[in-house]
Nanobody, 121 residues
């Protein structure tokens, strides 16, 4: 059974940084795309960032230049480093993984339960 478990969320002041981690188990995703999505209160889930097996990365315009997605295939883990956080970044952040690349922002097959990030002004 595939499991994705996020960690690293919390409360941070505007301008601060957080590093989210997502550990996968149940199968290896070293040759598969992984990504991060988020859902703010009262809003739909939105794409944040993705990384393909080649290491190529993609970002939503809203986080480009402030966030960096990376992966450690040996640990079957994906990370999201978030800097210069803004109150509008407040959301539940979900880790996702897929069996194949479907395109930027497309929903993936496997999802974590999410970790809450709250940015205070």
């Amino acid at each position: 059974q595939v499991q994705l478990v996020e960690s690293g969320g919390g409360l941070v002041q505007a301008g601060g940084s957080l590093r989210l981690s997502c550990a996968a188990s149940g199968r290896t995703f070293s040759t598969n795309p992984m990504g991060w999505f988020r859902q703010a209160p009262g809003k739909e889930r939105e794409f944040v960032a993705a990384i393909r097996w080649s290491g190529r990365t993609y970002y939503a315009d809203s986080v480009k230049g402030r966030c960096t997605i990376s992966r450690d295939n040996a640990k079957n883990t994906v990370y999201l480093q978030m800097n210069s956080l803004k109150p509008e970044d407040t959301a539940v952040y979900y880790c996702a993984a897929d069996t194949s690349w479907r395109g930027v922002g497309q929903a993936m097959d496997y999802w974590g339960k999410g970790t809450l990030v709250t940015v205070s002004s």
